[in-house]
Nanobody
């Protein structure tokens, strides 16, 4: 979970869809958090969606602003974990740099808090044209 690499960003029209991916080494622990954050110019970074995994049981969490439009999921292959963010019905306000982040264990403040995360990717840019 330490090195995270995002991909899939780009430009899309409002109302369109985009799928982001984040690739990292598969977790060495059964309990971890992994999720997506975003930061628009001039704004603070905010949590978008995250997954809490405990011994193979996943719980997902979403920011209110993306509920019903975004879907987070993960795929654990032999040595690689890929995190996805399917973004549908995109709005101009969804434009931002999207970051993948992770940590081992749980965080009492919830996984949508950026303070929860220990490791960060470099981000991928999403632009929305109206």
């Amino acid at each position: 979970l330490v090195q995270l690499v995002e991909s899939g960003g780009g430009s899309v029209q409002a109302g369109g869809s985009l799928r982001l991916s984040c690739t990292t080494d598969r977790s060495t622990e059964d309990e971890y958090l992994i999720g997506w954050f975003r930061q628009a110019p001039g704004k603070e970074r905010e949590g978008v969606a995250c997954i809490y995994t405990d011994t193979g049981d996943d719980r997902t969490y979403y920011a209110d602003s993306v509920k019903g439009r975004f879907t987070i999921s993960q795929d654990n292959a032999k040595n690689t974990l890929t995190l996805y963010l399917q973004m549908d019905s995109l709005k101009p306000e969804d434009a931002a740099t999207y970051y993948c982040a992770s940590r081992y264990g749980w965080y009492v403040g919830g996984c949508l808090s950026q303070d929860a995360m220990s490791y960060w990717g470099k981000g991928t840019l999403v632009t929305i044209s109206s």
